[in-house]
């Protein structure tokens, strides 16, 4: 496996760089699944894509290189290119999450203890939550009132908005909790994040609190109980960076799995008339189990493809079986990059590597693959063969050695199908902490690749 740095010119480089800068530029903005849907919207939208509903509203035909997209529910983004041939034949997919372990806020959040205002929470997805604390946190969300309206709130981005955090004991004191196992060291009840000290003239009781939700009334026009009908997330404040001193990597908040989402909706931004129909989709709720409306466990993917074969020529339940069956995916996820602090966790001709291009993990899941799609080998020589013909740097990789753990990825949701799905994806120092670190070849060598599959599988 050679280094992909290597293969690059100087101008290639500053292609690599121009990308790269997008991507810092993409999670410093979009930090929650609503975000990226509605970036990804004005991505997609600059690049001649349509909402499906228009078609769907007006019966307008959909014709081979037309550009839809489906917006669900504000959290899941489908794209589609339609293709030279019918829609049975199959189309080539790409997945990725746009959900990110955070700390959400509670239905009823707020609290005051001796003058200091707090907000309950609740995390999402697997953390360590001792790398939460004593760091600065933004609040970035929607508030739905009872009127129908929704309020968008992010504070804590601008270089001029306050920030809010969450404390943790002084070292002085600490003797009793450096004891602890790490799991135990910041208790997941404990996570209470701190949003004020003024108290409100004139107020007996509460006054901190009061002031607070004074202020947000002012700002927000919302009330205590609007936040029974919020989505708040807890995030890390502050722009993604420019990481190590030769800046070839980048440190930033919910890379996984938003390195894999960036690159695969920009590679369908490089798709003009496809042979086959090309789709990308991102969905939300992958760090709890791809459950609910949202996650991809849903009908959404599914009911958007009956709709688009309808626009297409006519619906039949046979139509989209094999739709779906005919159909390729690389379902990205991000994979646990080598880690030189922590060697023991690896196996090293399995382990996936910084520079070393687009990841693929034949299989995932834990101890005997438990949980795992595990990709045909038929199907993943044929990856090996369009990506070498084009150039692409690629490695394979299994998260770790063989029982130190595992994870899962949607790979097995769509694979239910029948049809083709290999993971893949970018790797990933530090994952699911605060900042994460993504290798830029590795980035941008995942866009290449994934424009290579489109095109050619
Ligand atoms: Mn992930
Ligand atoms: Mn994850």
């Avoid at 936040?227 to 990481?243: H, K, M, N, T």
Wanted: hydrophobic share 35%; proline share 3%.
């Amino acid at each position: 496996m050679e280094n992909a740095w290597k293969k690059y010119n100087k101008k290639e480089r500053k292609d690599l760089f121009n990308f790269t800068e997008g991507y810092r530029k993409f999670i410093s903005d979009c930090k929650t699944e609503r975000e990226c849907v509605r970036r990804g919207i004005e991505i997609a939208e600059a690049h001649g894509f349509k909402n499906v509903n228009d078609y769907i509203d007006s019966g307008r035909k959909l014709n081979p290189g037309d550009k839809v997209y489906l917006n669900n529910m504000g959290k899941d983004l489908a794209l589609f290119i339609i293709g030279k041939q019918p829609m049975e034949k199959g189309m080539n997919i790409l997945g990725a999450h746009i959900d990110s372990p955070r700390i959400d806020i509670k239905q009823n959040p707020f609290y005051e203890d001796h003058d200091i205002a707090l907000l309950d929470t609740h995390y999402y997805g697997g953390i360590k939550s001792y790398q939460w604390v004593t760091i600065p946190l933004a609040l970035h969300g929607v508030v739905c009132k009872k009127d129908g309206s929704v309020v968008n709130v992010v504070i804590g981005e601008n270089p001029k908005d306050p920030v809010v955090g969450i404390s943790d004991l002084l070292i002085h004191l600490a003797g009793k909790q450096m004891q602890k196992k790490a799991y135990e060291v910041i208790e997941g009840e404990d996570l209470n994040v701190t949003v004020g000290s003024i108290p409100l003239e004139g107020e007996e009781k509460d006054a901190v609190k009061a002031n607070i939700l004074k202020l947000l009334k002012k700002k927000y026009d919302i009330e205590e109980a609007d936040f029974l009908s919020a989505e708040i997330e807890v995030v890390p404040a502050g722009e993604a960076r420019d990481y190590g001193l030769d800046a070839s990597m980048v440190m930033g908040y919910g890379q996984d799995d938003r390195v894999c989402a960036y690159t695969s909706l920009m590679a369908m931004m490089e798709i003009e008339n496809p042979e086959k129909t090309v789709s990308c989709m991102l969905v939300d709720k992958e760090e709890v189990g791809s459950i609910g409306a949202t996650g991809m466990q849903s009908y959404f993917y599914e009911n958007v493809v009956a709709e688009l074969i309808e626009l297409t020529g006519g619906y039949s339940d046979l139509k989209m079986r094999r739709c779906l069956a005919n159909s390729c995916m690389l379902s990205s996820d991000v994979s646990a990059a080598y880690d030189p602090n922590y060697p023991q966790v690896n196996e090293m001709k399995n382990t996936c590597f910084f520079g070393h291009g687009i990841t693929i993990n034949k299989y995932v899941g834990s101890r005997g693959k438990g949980g795992s799609n595990d990709a045909n080998p038929e199907y993943i020589a044929r990856i090996r063969k369009i990506w070498d013909d084009n150039k692409i740097s690629w490695q394979t990789a299994e998260i770790g050695r063989v029982n130190e753990g595992g994870g899962g990825t949607i790979a097995y949701i769509m694979a239910k199908y029948n049809m083709q799905v290999i993971d893949s994806g970018v790797g990933v120092q530090n994952m699911h902490a605060p900042w994460e670190v993504t290798s830029k070849v590795d980035v941008f060598e995942a866009k290449n690749a994934y424009v290579v599959f489109c095109k050619e599988m």
